[in-house]
C-alpha cells in the first residue's frame, strides 16, 4: 500500500543531543512538509521541498535542519539549538500537480520528548 | 498573508444533533479550503476540499462543508452526529495563482459527541 512512514513512534531526546526523525513515501508526490504540533497551537510549517536537493524554510525553522537528496525522503534533524523541542511531528506530501488542486497526505507523527 | 481562524476551541453536541465547527479565512484572491481530521496519536486525514464550482462541499463520512465568498467562511457540518466523529479538526487554506505555497492550517477544534 502506499502512504507515509514516520519513525520512530516515539523519540526521547537529552539535552544538548541531535535526533533525527524519518519520513518516507513511496507515493511519488514531489512535495513534502515538515509540520510541528503544540497542544492549542495547531500546525506550524518548519521546512517544506517541492524538489529534490532544494528546500525552503517555514515559519518555525530555527533550531531545525532537512535534506532532500531522494524523491522520497525527507528527514528532519531536531538540533541541541532548539530549545523547546517536545511536540508532535507531522510529515506530509503531495504531488504537483496543479495550483492547489491536492490534498496532503500525511504520516502517522513522530512524538518527541526531552529528557 | 494567509490566514485561518478556528474560533472555537472545542465544540460539544449531542448524538444525533446537527454538527458545525467553524473556519474563516483570510487570503489574497480566491481560496482553496480543506478540512482535516485527526485522531490520537494519529496524522491528520482529509475530510474535503473546495477548489471551484459549488458551494456546498460533500465529503467522507457524512461532513460537507458550504462556502461562503461574503463571509469568507467555510463551516464543517453533519446533519447527525455520530460518537465515533469525535476527534480534531482542521480547516486550512491557500490562496489560488499562489504558486505551491503550503498550506496553512487553524488551530484545530476539538469535536465532542456525548452519546
Known amino acids: 500500500d502506499g502512504g507515509i512512514t514516520q519513525s520512530p513512534k516515539y523519540l526521547f531526546r537529552k539535552e544538548g543531543q541531535n535526533v533525527t526523525l524519518s519520513c518516507e513515501q513511496n507515493?511519488?508526490?514531489?512535495?513534502m512538509y515538515w509540520y510541528r504540533q503544540d497542544p492549542g497551537q495547531g500546525l506550524r510549517l518548519i521546512y517544506y521541498s517541492q524538489i529534490v536537493n532544494d528546500f525552503q524554510k517555514g515559519d518555525i525553522a530555527e533550531g531545525y535542519s532537512v535534506s532532500r537528496e531522494k524523491k522520497e525522503s525527507f528527514p528532519l534533524t531536531v538540533t541541541s539549538a532548539q530549545k523547546n523541542p517536545t511536540a508532535f511531528y507531522l510529515c506530509a506530501s503531495t504531488p504537483i500537480t496543479g495550483p492547489g488542486d491536492y490534498g496532503y497526505t500525511f504520516g502517522s507523527g513522530t512524538r518527541l520528548t526531552v529528557v | 498573508a494567509q490566514s485561518v481562524a478556528q474560533p472555537e476551541d472545542q465544540v460539544n453536541v449531542a448524538e444525533g444533533n446537527p454538527l458545525t465547527v467553524k473556519c474563516t479565512y483570510s487570503v489574497s484572491g480566491n481560496p482553496y479550503l480543506f478540512w482535516y481530521v485527526q485522531y490520537p496519536n494519529r496524522g491528520l486525514q482529509f475530510l474535503l476540499k473546495?477548489?471551484?464550482?459549488?458551494?456546498l462541499v460533500k465529503g467522507s463520512y457524512g461532513f460537507e462543508a458550504e462556502f461562503n465568498k461574503s463571509q469568507t467562511s467555510f463551516h464543517l457540518k453533519k446533519p447527525s452526529a455520530l460518537v465515533s466523529d469525535s476527534a480534531l479538526y482542521f480547516c486550512a487554506v491557500r490562496a489560488l495563482n499562489s504558486g505551491n505555497t503550503p498550506l496553512v492550517f487553524g488551530k484545530g477544534t476539538r469535536l465532542s459527541v456525548i452519546a
Open positions: 507515493l511519488n508526490h514531489d512535495a
Open positions: 473546495y477548489i471551484t464550482g459549488d458551494n
